[in-house]
């Protein structure tokens, strides 16, 4: 059991924060990974826009020996190696260190002093100080016994925490990334998810990279956009390429608007990039190119409320190995031409008792060059549909089907 003790003083402090919404909220990160041996280390990076004080959470607490839910509500199994935390002012001295910060099991909790039940104890330990002040701050997880998975959480106010980066020390490894309670990532000019790692903003986390983001560069990557407030902010997103699966999911009223989206960068057979909006997840964009050459990619819009705009004067090219589906009430919004330089899988279709998807064409013509357009569940309207190209459709399974309106 977990058990978290605060002063009388600290707690009425965290009250009176409530009266701003933003002093109130306690951002997290939730990361996990693995150490190949007994001397790898890893180091989280994390920067204060302002000062924190022992009235506010801050918060570094590992699970993988005890097991138990991190704050992402992810199970961590446990029986993994004893841990110490450390945390360090850029280029400073420590400023606290903690080896076991609970009366049972090997994990840690590191925090200001009368947090963690054990931080008085001979294998205890606290943060030195009651408050700390703005600037750039190092983390660091070691292991006192095996290289063994290893899980940790950072938890600090949203309105001045921001996760920055993450540094190994020999063979250690991140897999899984998850943020949330408006907590921001910033990793500079350009993140690149690979390895079969999994990044996910949660309940209004941003992910910031200036000028690029790709999913699924060499190796598979994973991106989730979940939740209303949620958000990515860069200038291009690359889904999958060489030889490589990238997946994007954004749903549950998240929003996103990325100026430049690339499916299956390279055109390589085996590069593989899918998009997925559900759930009243919405994504603007301008031109969209899925699949090109002999690769394989694929939008899914699924869902009430779910939404693809791209903006006025774009293109969206489907090469032969691409797929548009909109399903039961995902809707497609083009302000520019639709291309295809191959057969065409597009699929606007309704699911049992559902209504069937949308997609509206609001200038330009709907250019097939090969290959039909099917309308799974729905009607079909033509436009100037160009040599083989024909627009047709068939019934859907109990439910409304969709449209296409050119």
Not at 31 to 59: C, K, M, P, W, Y
Not at 289 to 315: C, F, K, N, R, V
Request: proline share 3%; with cysteine; glycine share 18%.
């Amino acid at each position: 059991m977990r058990v978290y003790r605060r002063s009388i003083a600290a707690i009425a402090a965290v009250f009176c924060a409530w009266g701003s919404a933003a002093l109130a909220q306690d951002a997290f990160f939730s990361i996990e990974g693995n150490f190949t041996f007994s001397v790898d280390q890893h180091n989280f990076l994390f920067s204060l826009s302002g000062e924190v004080t022992d009235a506010d959470r801050f918060e570094f607490q590992t699970y993988h020996n005890l097991g138990g839910v991190n704050a992402a509500g992810d199970a961590i199994p446990g029986g993994s190696f004893d841990s110490i935390l450390m945390l360090h002012p850029n280029g400073g001295a420590s400023l606290g260190t903690n080896d076991d910060g609970f009366l049972v099991g090997l994990d840690s909790l590191l925090s200001w002093p009368g947090v963690a039940p054990n931080a008085a104890g001979m294998f205890g330990g606290a943060l030195g100080v009651t408050s700390v002040p703005a600037g750039d701050y190092r983390l660091n997880l070691r292991s006192l016994s095996l290289g063994m998975p290893w899980a940790i959480d950072l938890v600090g106010p949203a309105d001045r925490m921001t996760l920055t980066g993450t540094s190994p020390v020999g063979s250690s490894n991140v897999r899984k990334i998850t943020a949330g309670n408006g907590g921001q990532v910033n990793l500079g000019n350009s993140l690149t998810i690979n390895g079969n790692r999994t990044f996910t903003m949660l309940s209004g986390a941003d992910l910031l990279a200036a000028t690029l983001v790709t999913v699924g560069a060499t190796t598979p990557g994973v991106l989730v956009i979940d939740g209303e407030g949620s958000s990515v902010a860069t200038a291009a997103l690359r889904i999958g390429s060489a030889n490589a699966a990238g997946t994007v999911t954004v749903r549950n009223g998240a929003s996103v608007n990325i100026p430049q989206i690339d499916f299956a960068v390279g055109g390589a057979a085996g590069a593989l990039g899918t998009l997925h909006l559900l759930s009243g997840g919405q994504m603007t964009t301008g031109n969209l190119s899925l699949a090109p050459g002999t690769a394989t990619a694929a939008i899914h819009i699924d869902g009430d409320g779910s939404l693809l705009t791209q903006t006025s004067g774009s293109t969206l090219t489907i090469g032969s190995g691409g797929t548009l589906n909109l399903i039961a009430g995902g809707a497609l919004v083009s302000r520019g031409a639709m291309g295809a330089d191959g057969s065409m899988a597009t699929g606007i279709e309704g699911k049992a008792g559902a209504a069937g998807g949308s997609a509206e064409f609001s200038t330009g013509a709907t250019v097939l060059i090969a290959g039909p357009m099917t309308l799974l569940g729905g009607t079909g309207g033509s436009g100037a549909a160009d040599e083989a190209g024909e627009a047709g459709g068939r019934g859907g399974d109990g439910g409304a089907g969709g449209t296409l309106t050119v």
